[in-house]
């Protein structure tokens, strides 16, 4: 039906994506049969989650195993992987749910400018409360109380909202690029 429909054009990513204690391959193509992975697929969605390099280094590649028990990880690691995985699916909608926020400032930028890189052919739904990440967005929505109260660019909603303003640190905006 049409809400099937739509659950396949969209990938979600969490603010700390889960990983199973398997291979990378596995971990990139969740769900797809082993027969199933298309590898070239594979290595396209860790590529552009800029982590293609890293895997390449690894003694077995795609078949490395990364979990609780395997391989150590960084946190901008495991959520490229995360990254990733939507990606695999290739999504016409990519959300991204504070999907930065518990990273080093360093690890968030990075994961932030290869976010950016994504938009051409898809829509990128960034959720975030950091400034930063705000400013680079196409278009705000400013939410409060689960309630949109603007929208627009990120000077507009200084302007336009001093709620926006005012609350900034504290605020959730919801950016669509």
């Known amino acids: 039906g049409p809400i099937e429909d739509w659950r396949h054009c969209v990938s979600y990513v969490p603010q700390s994506g889960f990983l199973l204690d398997d291979s990378i391959r596995r971990n990139v193509a969740f769900g797809v049969g082993d027969a199933d992975i298309d590898e070239a697929k594979v290595w396209?969605?860790?590529?552009?989650?800029?982590?293609?390099?890293?895997v390449r280094r690894l003694?077995?590649?795609?078949d490395e195993a990364v979990g609780e028990r395997r391989i150590r990880i960084s946190g901008g690691q495991r959520q490229r992987i995360a990254i990733a995985r939507a990606l695999y699916?290739?999504?016409?909608?990519?959300?991204?749910?504070e999907a930065t926020s518990s990273l080093d400032?360093?690890?968030?930028v990075e994961i932030a400018?290869?976010?950016?890189?994504?938009?051409g052919g898809r829509t990128v739904i960034v959720i975030a409360h950091r400034q930063d990440t705000m400013r680079r967005c196409d278009r705000l929505f400013f939410l409060?109380?689960?309630?949109v109260r603007a929208q627009g660019?990120?000077?507009e909603l200084m302007v336009a909202d001093a709620g926006f303003a005012a609350l900034l640190g504290?605020?959730?905006g919801v950016c669509e690029q």
């Open 144 to 147: 409060a109380e689960g309630v």
């Open 44 to 54: 396209c969605a860790l590529d552009t989650a800029r982590l293609g390099d890293f």
């Open 59 to 62: 003694p077995a590649q795609l």
């Open 105 to 108: 400032v360093q690890t968030e």
């Open 170 to 172: 504290g605020s959730r």
């Open 113 to 119: 400018d290869m976010v950016l890189s994504l938009r």
């Open 153 to 155: 660019s990120f000077e």
């Open 89 to 97: 699916r290739e999504p016409d909608v990519l959300i991204l749910d």
